[in-house]
């Protein structure tokens, strides 16, 4: 079966760093394209970044640019978050999403991990 399994997150402060990974099994890992997707608490689903099949194109929504990046490990069948300056307003769930040919949807969802940036 299919799993992605969300890692990394937890408490920290204004301005601090965070490493999120999905790990993912069941599925041809470098086949698909990944985001991030994240769900501040009573808030919708806010898409973060994404990264192609081979790992050689991102994006990121204006709102984490220059703070987050967004890489993978093919050979590790992993996604990563890298997350800087992190400010209060970063505060939700992140989920790792895998969408298969294209990024016009997700097929696989990981449970998600909580990111808390507080003093």
């Known amino acids: 079966q299919v799993q992605l399994v969300e890692s990394g997150g937890g408490l920290v402060q204004p301005g601090g760093s965070l490493r999120l990974s999905c790990a993912a099994s069941?599925?041809?890992?470098?086949?698909?394209?990944m985001s991030w997707v994240r769900q501040a608490p009573g808030k919708g689903l806010e898409w973060v970044s994404n990264?192609?099949?081979?790992?050689?194109?991102?994006y990121y929504a204006d709102s984490v640019k220059g703070r987050f990046t967004i890489s993978r490990d093919n050979a590790k069948n992993t996604l990563y978050l890298q997350m800087n300056s992190l400010k209060p307003e970063d505060t939700a769930v992140y989920y790792c999403?895998?969408?298969?040919?294209?990024?016009?949807?997700?097929?696989?969802w990981g449970q998600g991990t909580q990111v808390t940036v507080s003093s």
């Open positions: 069941g599925l041809t890992f470098s086949s698909y394209a």
């Open positions: 990264i192609n099949s081979g790992g050689g194109t991102t």
């Open positions: 999403a895998a969408s298969y040919l294209t990024l016009e949807r997700y097929d696989y």
